[in-house]
């Protein structure tokens, strides 16, 4: 049994370290830190920066609060007209409902997580953990990297109705966030994930030193 609940615990930690690496990008820091970035594109019809910063931080909210996704319907451009399409509202509603049940599920796995590594007090599991996420992120950011569009393609045509989310350049979701505001997001995720893994694949190590040189 033993073996078996440790075995599940290697196994879901890409999926928590990529959860709650992915929890951190969706700030309003790190939004406020790609519009900063000198490379960050120009809206091709103009939009001044500051105004996409705030309906882009307003696009954060929508997905993350009922009253973030209010604002969103109802947030107009300035010449007057409405930002969000219909179809871009029902987008962000997708979203909405899928971060409602992927984040919390993070927390749950983390908390699972935590509480069973104290419990078997066994550092081989981090050990093990670091090393098995290491693996699984190098091998997903192989194909990511190297087909970036692809990847994007088949996360979005798993995670939504594929139909749902394509839109043109002239929408005001594509204008408030350019494919370089999800690639530097899926390198900063990457990252973080792989840092978590490295920091409990060295916990795992020294303290089973630890242990072992007090046993000794």
């Known amino acids: 049994m033993r073996r ?3 075995f599940i615990l290697v196994i879901i930690f890409p999926y928590i370290s990529v959860g709650l ?10 939004v406020e830190w790609e519009y900063s970035k ?3 594109p120009k809206d091709r019809w103009g939009m001044e920066k500051e105004e996409r910063l705030e309906l882009a931080k307003l696009g954060l909210k929508a997905v993350t609060s009922d009253e ?31 971060l409602s049940f992927f984040f919390p599920s993070v927390y749950v796995l983390s908390l699972f997580w935590i509480s069973a590594v104290i419990f078997l ?12 996420n290491s693996l699984v992120l190098l ?6 990297f190297t087909k970036y569009d692809k990847a ?7 995670a939504f109705d594929p139909y749902s989310w394509r839109f043109r350049y002239s929408d005001t979701l594509i204008r408030i966030y350019p494919m370089k505001f999800w690639y530097d997001g899926t390198v900063f995720v990457a990252v973080l994930s792989f840092l978590f893994g490295i920091v409990i694949l060295l916990t795992g190590i020294l303290g089973k030193r630890f242990l072992k040189g007090k046993g000794a």
Request: net charge positive; glycine share 6%; proline share 0%.
């Open 152 to 158: 994007f393609e088949i996360f979005h045509n798993l």
């Open 68 to 98: 973030g996704m209010k604002e969103f319907k109802e947030v107009k451009l300035k010449n007057g007209r409405k930002a969000f399409t219909r179809r871009e509202v029902k987008h962000m509603e997708d979203v909405k409902n899928f």
């Open 4 to 6: 078996l609940i440790s």
């Open 121 to 132: 007090g066994n550092f081989e599991i981090l050990i093990w953990s670091g090393i098995f």
């Open 139 to 144: 091998f997903l950011g192989l194909f990511t």
């Open 38 to 40: 000198k490379d960050f």
């Open 21 to 30: 690496s992915a929890r951190i990008a969706f700030s309003e820091k790190f």
